[in-house]
T-cell receptor
């Protein structure tokens, strides 16, 4: 069965610090990869996605993620975080088949102090 | 364009009762997926409906059932409620089924079982 691991449960950073959130998945076939964000009091929304092609994908609000197939990883990065990036971040995967269930990691809470 | 809406926002039930949660999909979307998010966890896939038919199911018992209507809105029904059913229930709609389609999430229904 597919699974997603997010290694950092809670990350605390100061504004302007760089961010990297780890995500590893287990699945032997072709996958689609996603990062979702949930700002306080708001819906889950898509930050970025990878289906194929360039393994470095750029999303909204200056976020990017790199797919490293050999490491089964899809880490999220941002060079300089802002207070407004305080949120819960979820990595998710779907198998590139008929099934469309998103399999989520447990999430990482990011707290940014100004 | 109206996004995904869910009702009610909050619900309190007692063990053994039954509950129905409702979801209106985003305009033009024919696929609805339901997820359960327990406290401190990532969302877990319950099932998906595509054009009024169940199109995939996660590891949830049969007392979790659903419906999709001709207007593509959907219901999640849970019978014989248990304490562990306390969670945030998320509905997500997508343009169609298939793992390439972005899922747009609603705000969720917070269910508390006493």
């Amino acid at each position: 069965a597919q699974s997603v691991s997010q290694h950092n449960h809670h990350v605390i950073l100061s504004e302007a610090a760089s961010l990297e959130l780890g995500c590893n998945y287990s699945y032997g076939g072709t996958v689609n990869l996603f990062w979702y964000v949930q700002y306080p009091g708001q819906h889950l929304q898509l930050l970025l996605k990878y289906f194929s092609g360039d393994p470095l994908v750029k999303g909204i609000k200056g976020f990017e993620a790199e797919f490293i197939k050999s490491k089964f990883s899809f880490n999220l990065r941002k060079p300089s975080v802002q207070w407004s990036d305080t949120a819960e971040y979820f990595c998710a995967v779907t198998a590139n088949q008929a099934g469309t269930a998103l399999i989520f990691g447990k999430g990482t809470t990011l707290s940014v102090s100004s | 364009e109206t996004g995904v809406t869910q009702s009610p926002t909050h619900l309190i039930k007692t063990r053994g009762q039954q509950v129905t949660l409702r979801c209106s999909s985003q305009s033009g979307h024919n696929t609805v997926s339901w997820y359960q998010q327990a406290l401190g966890q990532g969302p877990q896939f319950i099932f998906q409906y595509y054009r009024e038919e169940e199109n995939g199911r996660g590891n949830f018992p049969p007392r979790f059932s659903g419906l999709q209507f001709p207007n593509y809105s959907s219901e999640l029904n849970v019978n014989a409620l248990e304490l562990d059913d306390s969670a945030l229930y998320l509905c997500a709609s997508s343009l169609t089924s298939g793992s390439y389609n972005e899922q747009f999430f609603g705000p969720g229904t917070r269910l508390t079982v006493l």
